[in-house]
């Protein structure tokens, strides 16, 4: 399969459409069927794969970005029998088992990103559903704040991966049914067990929508419902979008050079360097001059090109196991951009609740992270954040011998308490430090010093302290350990490790159901030659091997 | 394989020691390395299979009926360089998947059991770790209230699996040292990578054992040790304990009936009966008469032949894909029995605590349940709670024709409302209507009363009702239709509706840990050809596939 692209912009969309009144944009999905990225492939029945996914978190981003003015998010359908038939079979049957583990990943995150735009953005979506909405299609519905339902005689909602597929609704569906609907569980029993879905009073009862409304007065009702969100969002009446524009990227044989980050593969050794630097010029005067740099203010920028790094990283280079995290650049200009970020502004909040976003892309990749800190790097504030998303990290005691820069240090900024939370609801130093709220406030007592090797070994900042005499071999050890191990057993270890403590209806959704779903995904009851996946659309029932694990 | 046989008692032991001195029971690991259940494996260096486990699950059980008197269990090695190297990795290298995934959920039940007769019971347990401590040895003492490891500069705890054999520490090992031992993330990253272990007192350091003793005073360390948790101890002084006698239990072909339950099989269709009875000898009169009738006493038969029946299902009925349940008796006697239950004594609070767990085993039983609710059955208190255990419920409204037993009723009784807990902290009712309170009390007014199919399906108690001329077309239909689907699907389905809601330490060994190290255990680079599980001891280095997933 050739380089997934996760760049795009609305002139380039195939699969959706954004139109817009005021503080009302209707996001409309209609897929090109003959436009899959997967040869061979039909998108009918508005079914998905990873290329119509893409446009569809495209738009998301920009609907936050672009256009403070909208309240509410319609999402429907262009097409007319059919709302969304989920992801498409034929595009599962036909994936390796690494892409169909990323597709989920990815298309969890979209499903995610809706939620946040709604919890933090004050940008309602609502699922206006007319015509059958099918797996995929009912848990995008299902991240929307409110889901109505055309009561035509045919339009249902339906989760029926089990019954019809061997496998399950795997982004977020058997989550969110019972934990975010409250769908009892008897009842969402039932309902993943019925290929045809539900539809009318008996899916509102069901708590699978929240309305259904008649034909006659469906225009009128999802209209009045949609400005009904509108009224409760906090969104600016008067701000003026940041365009997103295209990203200066430049690919380098297997390495990427952006603006503020790098990516370095060394496909050899199987790991990749992505650095990360602080912004050049000076931080912007006020939040006015923040906003007039728009897609050029520094930590916007480095959101979008740290996300785009990751998810090439991902999808592009399943080889590189291991990825180092360094940073570089003038630790005051860190901290005065994230001072910045923490005023109270549409665009601040906006650009915290993304670089949030994306670090918690990181800590749901199934790559070993190790951050380096030594003279020169520039572990501050937000940056600072890579050294607790690490695996582990090492930094170097005092200075190297013929090299003039200043001991290593790392300097914890107001960034580091609250601006990024992980998935688990916690900051990445409460998840460190479990239940540990002295440690917390000790920490918080040193924001903006300089902090050296020693004192953030002692204060249980980073893995490891060494020496410089040691540090080439010590780094070269650790690589090669790490790559000598199991890459399932360390992507194993990683996603229990990295979630301590608490939770979540998105670290369940990560944990247990994509969990859960690899398992199946790699059976013979779904992927063998007899298995459901493989012989979906055949004709040809699937043959199970009855036997309970 | 043979019949697993999960009943045993001391006079049997071949892997375990008791010994008792007072308050102190000392519980002494000593395997039998040429008796493990596979044929071909020896257990060296106390590693283990499930054949050790049922005698280690044994024994915590009698310590904790038999032997009130025991307020501290220290575990020990009866060898004299090892503590405990683990699973035998031998035997998972021979074990089919399915054996794999119903060991680990075994042993995981174990080492719960341990961590509950400490909670709820009084009981804890000091692990006294001398000589090397690897792997499920270390998880045994992970379930420890007190870990003290022997400082001779040979004594070790390490968590090997993912350096040694691409797979993960699964039974409760990463979870546990993240979230109840509280070590740093990127501690137990390093912890988890190295195959040698800890020792000393960075092992301290790193809350990976409490305390380390020298050699010199080991013996008296230990020995006051356990006095000290023994002080902590709310267990009767001069209670006489409860002799778990053999269990009623006559098989007869593919089925099993014991004195209040039975298990009957009907292999060609993949589907079996759960009946519970309530008891037909009268409810002893008082707490003393309870004690007199010991094991007889009604509860504890139950719990016990329940959990026979559940634990032989899971292994020696793997195609056995959905089970029903049912029951008989008298509705009264079950909540006279349960109100003594309720009673304030500490054998009450023994079997309480058993049936607890007895129904939490059910709940990560990889079967579809399915309760049947008619005329003569006994869904009251106790019995009541496999209604919401199950994953459907079906109801018959009325009376049969031709039958003059009564219409079918469900009493709630106290019992439903907190004697037994889910292993997300939630009873099945409060599981049920998640955070739903008004609902919780809606159905506390009803206790004792019996409520009719009409009522029970307004109350949201039961999936559906059914009339009686529908009933036969109706349950055959349903039963037809879940046979049909793929095994996995199901078992990943139900493992996520099941478990509504928060999330617990326990939840996570489950849901989490225990999904992704499945997935490992079924890929290449764990059991395939060149997979580090089948290659180990043989001296050739596994051959893995780098790509990450």
Known sequence: ??????????????HWRLEFDGEIASLIMDVDQSASIFDGVELKLNSYDLGVDIELYDAVQRLR??????????????????????????????????????????????????????ENSGQFYLAAVKGSCAGGGYELALAADHIMLIDDRRSTVSLPETPLLGVLPGTGGLTRVTDKRKVRRDRADVFCSTEEGLRGSKAVEWRLVDEVVPNSKWADAVTNRARALADRSDRPRDAKGIKLTPLDRRLNGDSIGYSHVNLDVDRD????????RAATDPVPASIAAAHAQGAAFWPLALARELEDAILHLRTNEPTIGLVIFRTEGDSQ???AHDALLGES???????RHYLKRVLKRLDVTSRSFIALIEPGTCFTGTLAELVFAADRSLMLIGTREGDNRPAATITLGEANFGFYPMGNGLTRLQTRFLDDKEQIERLQSNIG?????EAADELGLVTATIESYDWDDEVRILFEERSSFSPDALTGMEANLRFAGPETMETRIFGRLTAWQNWIFQR???VGPQGALKLYGSGVQANFDPERV
């Open 449 to 453: 010093t300089p902090i050296e090797a």
């Open 65 to 118: 970005f672009e256009h403070p003015e909208v309240r509410t998010v319609v999402i429907k359908s262009g097409k007319d029998n059919v709302f969304c038939a989920g992801a498409n079979i034929r595009m599962l049957g036909k994936a390796t088992h690494g892409h169909k583990v990323n597709f989920c990943k990815y298309t969890n995150e979209t499903r995610l990103a809706i939620e946040d735009a709604c």
């Open 524 to 526: 013979p009851n779904a």
């Open 269 to 276: 050794r199987g790991i990749a360097t992505l650095t990360l």
């Open 1 to 14: 399969m050739q380089r997934i692209e996760f760049q795009t912009d609305p002139s380039r969309y195939r």
């Open 333 to 335: 200009n860190v901290l």
């Open 345 to 351: 502004d549409w665009l601040m909040r906006e650009v």
